[in-house]
């Protein structure tokens, strides 16, 4: 039998243990393998009927419990997984590679929400889940979890995309690879509140963006930027006029890759970053600062905080 004393110690070193190594995150990548297999079966296929048969039999339905998460936020279906399978074939070969090396990335991730969980107030380390959408999500998250598309970022600037449309050409492999995409969706599962109109939801991707920025020195959106920062004045000035007038449309800022035409789209990212930078750049209390970064109740006044709203000449 033991000691009181060496159970006493066993539970010490335990709790001492998790202290010092932190929460290991749960990091899938099953429904990766389960997207691939049921890849190859499609050869088997007759018709279109046998192919969506095979995507939902041998995907869907053999979801793990995070993905079917993301199928029930996102959507999506063995129809469409059929469409954009054969619209794109290039494509969908030229990426396979990139996402099933993701397994062997996990390290790399870890060790991103590690620093977070260091760094940031109150963050609790998310369980991440990986599997492959219908080229429309690179990321998003559930509670306390992200839910990445890896067919979008795990793709880099070697993937064909000669068969893509303009949108999809100019995200795809632009996204910064996989950790910048955990990083950024990692700030998301920590910012705390609602979204209450478009100042707020710009500001959340934004915010998401100069965190992860801040520290880790990734960023998803750095094409973005470069846009941004050419046109900064007429974007901010036309940004202040919609939160003037109380705008509820997301659409000119936010996920309208397919309509945004000849501008960049997705501007809100750029503009919610600036603010934030301005933002924290002006606070001598950097811990509060980002306390409040972290906070959507808080957005409104960081706005005013920035000076941003005061627009540019």
Not at 114 to 135: M, N, Q, S, T, Y
Not at 157 to 176: A, F, M, P, R
Not at 291 to 305: F, N, P
Request: aromatic residues 10%.
């Amino acid at each position: 039998m033991p000691t009181k004393r060496c159970v006493f110690l066993f539970v010490y070193l335990l709790i001492i243990s998790s202290f010092c190594f932190g929460q290991h995150p749960s990091i899938t990548t099953t429904d990766i393998d389960n997207f691939w297999r049921a890849y190859d079966k499609l050869n088997t296929a007759r018709s279109k009927e046998d192919s969506v048969i095979i995507i939902q039999t041998e995907y869907i339905d053999r979801a793990t419990n995070n993905f079917k998460t993301f199928i029930l936020i996102r959507k999506f279906t063995a129809a469409e997984y059929v469409k954009v399978i054969g619209k794109y074939p290039q494509f969908w070969n030229s990426v396979r590679p990139l996402t099933e090396n993701i397994v062997n990335r996990k390290d790399e991730i870890e060790g991103i929400l590690k620093k977070f969980e260091r760094e940031l107030p109150a963050f609790k380390i998310p369980d991440v889940c990986f599997a492959i959408g219908c080229l429309r999500t690179g990321g998003t998250t559930g509670n306390n979890l992200i839910l990445i598309g890896s067919e979008i970022a795990a793709a880099d600037k070697h993937v064909v995309k000669d068969e893509l449309t303009s949108w999809l050409n100019s995200i795809i492999g632009n996204t910064g690879d996989i950790v910048s995409m955990v990083a950024h969706e990692a700030v998301h599962t920590r910012q705390k509140g609602r979204n209450t109109d478009l100042l707020v939801s710009v500001m959340q991707e934004g915010i998401a963006d100069f965190v992860t920025a801040l520290v880790t020195g990734l960023n998803i959106n750095a094409h973005i930027h470069e846009y941004g920062k050419a046109h900064a004045c007429e974007i901010q000035n036309e940004f202040n006029e919609a939160v003037k007038q109380k705008s509820t449309d997301l659409k000119p800022w936010l996920y309208n890759g397919s309509s945004a035409g000849n501008r960049m789209h997705d501007l809100g990212y750029y503009i919610g970053y600036a603010i934030a930078e301005s933002f924290y750049e002006k606070q001598t209390d950097k811990q509060k600062a980002l306390e409040w970064l972290l906070d959507k109740s808080k957005y409104k006044k960081i706005y005013s905080l920035s000076g941003y709203s005061e627009g540019c000449n």
